[in-house]
């Protein structure tokens, strides 16, 4: 299987950049470590604006309603999902089940919700209700929509596996068929996290480089 094209890599402004999301000409995305979240200018890579949420984001996306962020609180980093709004904060919406949780995607009308190491995302509303679960077939590290096709990453972490690197895939399913099958379409070859679409490009970070990264479809 070929791998992704690389577009290009920038610096993140900040170190283990976790969540990512594009408005359009912004991205937004936060810091795992240091527990901020940045607005930045797309094409200049400026920082527009520095947030700071109650605890530290690991998803983001945008939605017809304001944000949506899932965020860890606490010792044990138990996972809720938040809504943001500019000028009014964040308000806490719903735990994620079993306080597990990371990866937010947005159909245009249904939040979207991933277990990484159960393999599933699950449609949302804000309360918390799940209507429907989609079984990916591998640990999850970022999905997004694109024209109404769901795109996953999708793979191994392998952190429990000695000198054993993370195997990462990019496929894509079609949540409108009753029975979606999950085609790989490319190798990452990188330990990715979060995964975003400007329009053109998809995004994800390099977390471990401090790294975003750009990057096509073969």
């Known amino acids: 299987m070929r791998e992704i094209i690389e577009k290009q890599r920038v610096q993140a402004p900040c ?8 408005d359009g000409e912004q991205i937004w995305l936060s810091s795992r470590d240091l527990g901020t979240l940045y607005r930045l200018d797309r094409k200049g890579w400026k920082v527009i604006e520095e947030i700071d949420p109650p605890g530290v984001i690991w998803a983001a996306v945008q939605t017809n309603a304001g944000w949506r962020f899932t965020i860890g609180k606490g010792l044990n980093d138990d996972r809720y999902v938040y809504r943001y709004e500019t000028g009014e904060g964040f308000t806490k919406l719903f735990a994620c089940p079993d306080f597990t949780g990371s990866y937010l995607s947005f159909d245009g009308e249904h939040l979207y919700l991933s277990q990484w190491y159960k393999g599933e995302i699950h449609r949302v509303d804000d309360s918390g209700n799940i209507s429907r679960t989609l079984d990916i077939g ?5 999905h997004t929509f694109v024209d109404g096709m769901l795109y996953v990453l999708r793979g191994r972490e392998n952190k429990d596996v000695p000198d054993k690197s993370e195997e990462w895939r990019i496929a894509r399913l079609d949540p409108r068929e009753a029975s979606p099958v999950v085609k790989d379409l490319a190798t990452v070859p990188f330990p990715s996290r979060s995964l975003t679409f ?6 994800s970070n390099h977390r471990a480089a401090n790294e975003t990264v750009q990057f096509a479809l073969p």
């Open 15 to 22: 170190v283990t950049p976790q969540a990512l999301a594009c």
């Open 198 to 203: 400007d329009g053109e490009n998809f995004w």
């Open 138 to 142: 591998a640990e999850i590290c970022g």
